[in-house]
């Protein structure tokens, strides 16, 4: 059905990685750096020129737009989402997108820092590109791709369903979310206003990845109130906080429960700061698993590794504070089988292999789905996101769009 189709994503990806749009963890404001909103800007002027005529964005740096139904079937509400904004850990200003025509398998030279090298022994996945253009940036910045390209895939998704009226779909949202790499992505989400029923993020990386499943997460913070005096004459009496912290964290198991220790489905639990005074300290902990269940196993047990602690100081009090923070969106995901079957057969269809695997981190994803929008995530084909070497093959990106393409026509014949 592409046949004629000249994609549009790669030439749209090219423009919109010029456009800085990095986000500011340190900035509390919405959004946390107002250039986001150059690029929402332009996008709503490109989605109207194109035909998606209510397209608009708002004072957070938000786009919302509609494409409206053409089949008669009541067709659940889909949405399709990608953040504008690109990682703080890297440059994003005068992003010099580079493609590299026709990758025959040689090294990659970064032409404005030669020593930044892509090699398909460190990135095998180049190696399926080989007869197909990549990009990369320069090397003095990150590319952008992360995630500009589900951005580029979704208008050229856009561009091709206004072309091809022929194609049954129901209506269609589309969601552009700025803050996304410093956790701020949902913030001042308006999903009234969106009013879709499912969602899809376009935030992932190799073509197949379908990603449905993400950590559960808590945090807990562990005070410990020690007894001070004078410490010239503290003998007997004085009770350091700061030791009993430290004597905790060195409580810890050495032989697993630590990132460093930790793969696939495995959880974890992450001391992540200490601070305090010799009469109050506390440590704090990030606690992850993709069992919610075991979330409460884990916290169990390290209360009782510091109540152990805590027993050879009597004087000195503890207090053990649990914090939820995100759940596995698989929790919301299966009572929804359609959102992934339908996907995957998109993907079949696309004559792509799914490959479907555990994200071991949280997403806006996660977020939307206990907001009430369940939210999987489809791969763009970005790769070594944050970094300088970040890159991506044209092939992915057209695939991408065939998938949404597919996945609209999709829920309109299940329908
Ligand atoms: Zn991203």
Redesign the pocket.
Known sequence: MFEKYKFTATERFLRYVQIDTQSNPECQNHPSTEKQKNLSELLVNELQSIGVLDAETDDYGYVYATIPSNSEKNVPVICFCS?IDT?PDCSGTNVKPLVHKDYKGENIILPDDVSLILTVEKYPYLKSHIGHDIITASGLTLLGA??KS?VAEIMDMANYLILHPEIKHGTIKILFTPD??IGAGTAKIDLQKLGASIAYTL?GGEAGTLEDETFSADGVKITIDGVISHPGYGKGKLVNAIKIVGEIAASLPNDGWSPETTEMREGFVHPVQIEGIAEKASISFIVRDFETNKLFEYEDRLKSIAEGVLKKYPTATMNFEVVEQYRNMKEVLQHHPNIIANAEEAFIRAGLTVVKEPIRGGTDGSRLSFMGLPCPNIFTG?QA?HSKHEWIGVKDMEKAVEVLVLLAQIWEERS
């Open positions: 953040h990682a992360d995630d589900g996304e790499e935030d970005m996101i």
